[in-house]
């Protein structure tokens, strides 16, 4: 008998699945005064048979404004950043991604893959983040960085330059916006002024402050960076795969198959870094971060490569 309920439970579920964008598009065709037939391509065409739909909401620090992505009604693969009081109002627009995308911009092949492993299928604002304070809203948008500021509602350009700009945090206090780009970590002061590398030896087969595959694809950690909490030091990874073989291997897609390298199983060496007050203007210095200088800043998790199974 068990069966048999949870049976007809996930028969009306899927009734109910169905009925909704049935009874959507029967309200549309009541507007036009003619009924149309339900096609796979109208169920994948614009607007978006559910209705506008609230993505990655999040509530400012205070309590006092939710945020979230909505795709606009005549593409629903291209989302804009809204926002609305917690005590009642309407909702409004803060950001319209379609017209911060730079004219002719394409996705880098790598942004294409971090946005594939993220599972992000949509253009424009497709992430934000508050700062701690809630007084930003760090907006990127295809590979430039915009930051809202809650206190005059202005919306500000922080980068314009063609490289991507990944991993992009406001820090702790809300002095800086730190960012990797081209597998160095860069810093630009909230306040104005020019950015700064951290870190100028960074390449592709040895980055600094970004995740290697294994921990985006396996242990679901996208940042290879951490602030101090009173913003003085930055813990950060080096990730070194020249050890790792490269082979070839064939990649067959709807326009026909093609041959890329892709690298094997071989040993990747990470090794935590901590950069001290090098954002300051006072004397700083790259160094590995011991074990009996982590105390609260840091702390160590050892994985056995051997393990085939949790």
Same mark, same amino acid.
């Given at each position: 008998?068990?069966?048999?309920?949870?049976?007809?439970?996930?028969?009306?579920?899927?009734?109910?699945?169905?009925?909704?964008?049935?009874?959507?598009?029967?309200?549309?065709?009541?507007?036009?005064?003619?009924?149309?037939?339900?096609?796979?391509?109208?169920?994948?065409?614009?607007?978006?048979?559910?209705?506008?739909?609230?993505?990655?909401?999040?509530?400012?620090?205070?309590?006092?404004?939710?945020?979230?992505?909505?795709?606009?009604?005549?593409?629903?693969?291209?989302?804009?950043?809204?926002?609305?009081?917690?005590?009642?109002?309407?909702?409004?627009?803060? =950001? %319209?991604? #379609?017209?911060?995308?730079?004219?002719? +911009?394409?996705?880098?092949? !790598?942004?294409? /893959?971090?946005?594939?492993? @993220?599972?992000?299928?949509?253009?424009?604002?497709?992430?934000?983040?508050?700062?701690?304070?809630?007084?930003?809203?760090?907006?990127?948008?295809?590979?430039?960085?915009?930051?809202?500021?809650?206190?005059?509602?202005?919306?500000?350009?922080?980068?314009?330059?063609?490289?991507?700009?990944?991993?992009?945090?406001?820090?702790?206090?809300?002095?800086?916006?730190?960012?990797?780009?081209?597998?160095?970590?860069?810093?630009?002061?909230?306040?104005?002024?020019?950015?700064?590398?951290?870190?100028?030896?960074?390449?592709?087969?040895?980055?600094?402050?970004?995740?290697?595959?294994?921990?985006?694809?396996?242990?679901?950690?996208?940042?290879?960076?951490?602030?101090?909490?009173?913003?003085?030091?930055?813990?950060?990874?080096? =990730? %070194?795969? #020249?050890?790792?073989?490269?082979?070839? +291997?064939?990649?067959?897609? !709807?326009?026909? /198959?093609?041959?890329?390298? @892709?690298?094997?199983?071989?040993?990747?060496?990470?090794?935590?870094?901590?950069?001290?007050?090098?954002?300051?203007?006072?004397?700083?210095?790259?160094?590995?971060?011991?074990?009996?200088?982590?105390?609260?800043?840091?702390?160590?998790?050892?994985?056995?490569?051997?393990?085939?199974?949790?």
């Amino acid at each position: 008998m068990p069966r048999i309920r949870h049976a007809s439970f996930s028969l009306r579920f899927a009734v109910l699945a169905l009925a909704a964008p049935t009874a959507a598009l029967m309200a549309q065709s009541g507007a036009t005064g003619a009924a149309q037939p339900l096609t796979p391509a109208r169920v994948y065409a614009d607007p978006d048979l559910s209705g506008p739909r609230a993505r990655a909401v999040k509530l400012a620090p205070d309590g006092t404004l939710v945020t979230w992505l909505r795709a606009k009604a005549d593409d629903q693969r291209m989302t804009d950043l809204w926002a609305a009081d917690t005590k009642g109002g309407e909702p409004r627009l803060l =950001v %319209d991604g #379609r017209k911060l995308i730079p004219q002719g +911009r394409a996705l880098s092949e !790598a942004e294409i /893959a971090r946005r594939e492993r @993220q599972g992000i299928q949509s253009r424009g604002v497709v992430d934000y983040a508050w700062d701690e304070q809630g007084r930003f809203l760090l907006v990127p948008v295809e590979g430039d960085l915009w930051l809202w500021s809650r206190a005059d509602g202005n919306l500000r350009r922080l980068t314009a330059t063609t490289a991507d700009k990944i991993d992009a945090k406001v820090s702790p206090r809300g002095s800086y916006v730190s960012f990797v780009r081209d597998d160095n970590l860069y810093l630009q002061p909230v306040a104005g002024g020019p950015e700064r590398a951290l870190t100028g030896d960074g390449s592709e087969l040895q980055s600094w402050a970004t995740a290697e595959f294994i921990a985006q694809e396996e242990l679901d950690r996208d940042t290879g960076y951490w602030w101090s909490p009173d913003e003085r030091r930055i813990a950060l990874a080096h =990730v %070194d795969t #020249r050890g790792v073989d490269v082979v070839p +291997r064939p990649d067959i897609g !709807a326009a026909g /198959a093609t041959i890329v390298s @892709q690298g094997a199983v071989s040993p990747i060496r990470t090794v935590l870094h901590w950069l001290d007050d090098s954002f300051s203007g006072r004397a700083s210095g790259r160094n590995r971060l011991p074990l009996d200088h982590c105390g609260r800043a840091a702390g160590f998790e050892c994985l056995a490569v051997d393990e085939m199974a949790l």
